[in-house]
Each structure stands twice: as C-alpha cells, then as structure tokens.
Nanobody, 126 residues
C-alpha cells in the first residue's frame, strides 16, 4: 500500500517555526517530484514548494521564498518542509504529494500527482 503521511503541524505564534514531515511508504519515489501544497479555509489549494527526488531541482512559491526550505531524505523516504518566520497567512492544511511530469516542465501538472497525503493542520496566530 502506497502511503504519504504528513506530520509536524500545530499551532504556532507569528514569527515562529515549524518543521513538517511527509513519510512515504509502500514504494520508493525515485524519479518523482515531491511537492508541498496548502489550502486555507474557503480557498483553493496552492503550491508551496517542490523538489525532485534526486534534489537537483527545487522551486518555491513567491510567498514563501526565503522562509521555507524543502528537503528530502532519500534513504528514509521522507520529505520535509522547514517553515520559519511564519505568518498568519501561512495558516492552512498542508499536503504532500508525489508526481511525475510528462511535459516539458519538470513540475508535474495537477493531474500528474498520483499520490497525496491526508494533510496536517498548520495554524499561525497573530
């Protein structure tokens, strides 16, 4: 059974930090793109950060550049998101996803994400 399980969410005051983890099981994700998304209440899901499993490519949403760092531990099949200087607008459910791009852009399109976690709640208070 392929499974992605997020952890590390919680309640934090603005300016604080959290580290999210996504544990993958059931298979390895070599040649996959691992991505963090988030969704605030009443809003559409948005891209946060992505990394190729080999670590050669990384991309961040403009809203989190300089504050968030995405990384992966291939040996442990774990994806992480270090979030610093958190803002209330960072509040939402954070999801990890794995996909493979068959287009010219290394980032998968929405329909190319075949695996999703169930999410972990991040709440940033002012």
């Amino acid at each position: 059974q392929v499974q992605l399980v997020e952890s590390g969410g919680g309640l934090v005051q603005a300016g604080g930090s959290l580290r999210l983890s996504c544990a993958a099981s059931g298979r390895t994700f070599t040649n996959y793109v691992m991505t963090w998304f988030r969704q605030a209440p009443g809003k559409e899901r948005e891209f946060v950060a992505a990394i190729t499993w080999g670590g050669g490519n990384r991309q961040y949403a403009d809203s989190v550049k300089g504050r968030f760092t995405i990384s992966r531990d291939n040996a442990k099949n774990t994806l992480s998101l270090q979030m610093n200087s958190l803002k209330p607008e960072d509040t939402g459910v954070y999801y990890c996803a794995a996909g493979r791009s068959f287009g010219s852009n290394w980032l998968p399109r929405d329909h190319e994400y075949g695996y999703w976690g169930r999410g972990t709640q991040v709440t940033v208070s002012s």
